[in-house]
């Protein structure tokens, strides 16, 4: 799977082949996306599944890192 929209699904999702009418709709529906050196919009794939309701993204774990190992080398 591809990490970025391809053309055709950001034609889709916009209704637009333009770049920059794409652009436009992104901006207007608070969708994130970045621009390549020609100007064309990319949207991450993964955002779009989210906000879709078609991804459910665990949140990364607040738990602190296993320490453990470094304590036992230390006290040897």
Do not use: C, N
Request: charged share 30%; glycine share 6%; aromatic share 14%.
């Amino acid at each position: 799977m591809r990490l970025f929209l391809t053309a055709d699904e950001l034609h889709e999702l916009t209704g637009y082949k333009v770049g920059h009418y794409q652009a436009h709709w992104l901006e207007a529906h608070r969708y994130p996306f970045e621009r390549t050196i020609s100007g064309k919009p990319r949207v991450l794939r993964a955002f779009v599944e989210k906000r879709l309701g078609l991804a459910s993204v665990e949140p990364l774990s607040d738990t602190e890192p296993d320490f453990s190992y470094w304590k036992q080398s230390k006290a040897a």
